[in-house]
């Protein structure tokens, strides 16, 4: 559909609505509306974001697809229950104010959250109209249409600051549960620090989600707001090395701390040779790559990363993909997926593989490695796989890979990214007398995020092991809320009665 | 939040020494720990470097590095009253401590600057000390007045003889293992390559010997791997579990490997840096 075509089909249907409404049948026939993307020739051999965003009448054609049912099955799907049909009515008004005050309602990061969240598992799975072409895809684009409404939203909007309470609140960690509880806390008047162990701001928004997908620019705006409302922020600063979550409390005068350190450490797969040079995790690889921006190395970055020209990349989600098309970004010639299960039960989202195969990755399915193998200088040449098929269901509810004997061949490949997820950082359980956590190394919290440990509450990965950034942002709500309610009740205390 | 070079100096050639504020990390920081440092926000690489010592009243960390590549020569060019962009920590698990007994402390070159505060708390914890520091050259000998004076013996050797014994570490190592009051324990700095043949040698002896590994990093906090060696044929993160590892069990080789990963890119990025250090006549500066 070309640009003209999609401006008179909108006025058509803007007038008919006027003339007494669209039908359902009418809103069924109107074209799902594709995402603007950059050309995948050419984005392969830059780092800017890939999807360039709906316009204006992309995003009313979009929401006029939606049959606003009274039962708001999106809703149910949203892990923070943002008021979907009503902002998007107000898109297909063509009020994009109005839009983005009733989703910042709900959601802090719009921005963040329409670009990253995984719609055809939450609220687009639901959607009616996706159900009645039994197509996700052609679920209305709640997310596209929120990202729309949040790009738009120039004029920063800084949410006003109850009176100062005197009371110090601790946010260990960045990412999103980190900046959502942060704003939160700092809203009803708290003393807020931020603390992030690495230089910049934002944990996995951007050490591990791409440019590409996710501009930095962006959460940087975020984070922007947050200083702006008088949080403060303190970067390199390890807590349990740098000081102890015990001395933020007993000698720092914070009385109460949220803990969103996220994942932790990389999940290796315990084969032979994964330590060889030129094996990677995903999160060293996307952080180097990222991070560090080592794909300006030579021409401003210091940060090395391996130039590689066959990478085979282990594991099957988002951030499996992430790296793959990061090395075909840094120059590699070939890109291998390798998955032990097939294409369906990858928990990746449809657009990131589709992303990746239009970028020339290669999938390679019901395949896993069985070894690393290097040359003399213990650099790798070859991984050794062995093919696999699918059994009977386990308790994910996804086939169970079986190894087929015998089946043994080797890809020849210079660099193996490993991402296959992560396990629990232990370093706030060395050093927190007292926090309990789980036989896996997670935090345990109650249904508030709070702690074994009085006024301490988290979230995120740390306690939920994989997380999404959205259920992160909902977590940091809901402690946030719960740090308030404690923090009065402390005040309340404190006061001469 | 940059911190300032309070002094700075050479220590030889190729090897320097900064006192430099970082309160928190003074007040934390315990024998055994290192920082992370780079020196500048969007492009700089973060690299871990060694606490030698801390004044934990004036809120300052003494570092002590060698020039090897681009940032540890950027820092070398730096002076009192600059301001070092980043620096993270203390990072590492902090060295077990206890009376062992007789310790020997094995520096090589730069190794002594982490070894320094170990010895110092080994020593007050009641051990006796026999210090071995080796280098290429006399000129390569570093801290070894503050060595002498905590060390009950203090043996120096360099490869050329222009100092002390003309020999390597492991020379007097070997017979000091050999004394009829055979040493409890033994701890050795330095590069891998030392690392591993002190490791052969007290193995001999059945001597239990911690090493503290000095491998690349990117995180410093166990969120990369980037810093994995083989401990006993299994991946351990350097940054977490340790720097200190029973040298026994630790896989040198593979660890060698490792350290040369980025090799080529390291040498290029030293040599843009020296051509622009030309460039701005930083080199006669720094030549004063
Ligand atoms: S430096 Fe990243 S895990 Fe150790």
Known sequence: MTDKERQELLQRLLEKQKDGGLKPADRYEIPPQDMPEQDPVERARNVNEVATGYTETHARLEALRCLQCKTAPCIKGCPVKIKIQDFIAAVSEGDFKKALTIIKENSLLPAVCGRVCPQEVQCQQTCTVGLKFKDPTKAVSIGRLERFVADLDQEEIIPTVAPNTGMKVAIIGSGPGGIVAAADTRRAGHDVTLFEAFHKTGGVLVYGIPEFRLPKSIVQKEIDVLTKMGVKIVCNFVVGRTRTIEQLMKEDGFDAVYIGVGAGLPRFMGIEGESLVGVYSANEYLTRANLMKAYDFGSGADTPIARSQKVAVTGGGNVAMDSARTAVRLGAEKVYLVYRRTEKEMPARIEEVHHAKQEGVEFHILQSPKRVIGDENSHVTAIECLKYRLGEPDESGRRRPIPIEGSEFQIDVDTVIIAIGNIANPLIRQTTPGLEFNKWGNIVVDENCKTSLEGVYAGGDIVSGAATVILAMGQGRIAASAMNKYLAEKSDCNKPC | ?288
């Open chain 2, 1 to 288: 939040m940059p911190h300032k070079i309070v002094s700075k100096r050479r220590l030889s050639e190729d090897v320097f020494t900064a006192e430099i504020e970082a309160r928190l990390v003074a007040q934390a920081r315990k024998p055994g720990q290192f920082v992370i440092v780079s020196l500048n926000n969007e492009y700089g690489e973060r690299i871990p470097l060694t606490i030698a010592d801390a004044e934990p009243k004036r809120g300052t960390i003494r570092l002590i590095w060698q020039r090897v590549g681009k940032t540890t020569a950027e820092l070398a060019d730096m002076q009192a009253g600059d301001e070092i962009a980043n620096v993270t920590g203390p990072l590492g698990k902090p060295t077990h401590v206890e009376n062992f007994g007789t310790v020997v402390c094995v520096g090589g070159g730069i190794g002594n600057a982490p070894l320094l505060p170990i010895a110092k708390a080994l020593k007050k914890a009641g051990n006796k000390i026999i210090s071995i520091l080796g280098a290429r050259n006399k000129e390569l000998i570093i801290l070894e007045d503050e060595f002498a004076a905590i060390c009950d013996e203090l043996i120096i050797t360099t490869d050329d003889g222009s100092y002390g014994r003309k020999a390597l570490v492991t020379e007097p190592l070997e017979e000091v293992c050999r004394r009829d009051n055979k040493p409890d324990q033994v701890v050795a700095i330095g590069p891998a390559i030392m690392m591993k043949f002190c490791c052969e040698v007290t193995k001999k002896f059945n001597i239990p010997t911690q090493v503290s590994l000095n491998t690349i990093m990117v995180d410093g906090t166990g969120m990369c791997g980037g810093c994995r060696v083989e401990i006993d044929g299994q991946a351990k993160f350097v940054c977490v579990d340790s720097p200190e590892f029973d040298g026994h069990k630790v896989n040198f080789d593979l660890m060698i490997k490792r350290l040369n990963a980025y090799k080529d890119q390291e040498q290029e990025a030293y040599e843009q840096y020296n051509e622009h250090r030309c460039k701005i006549g930083l080199d006669k500066r720094n030549a004063e």
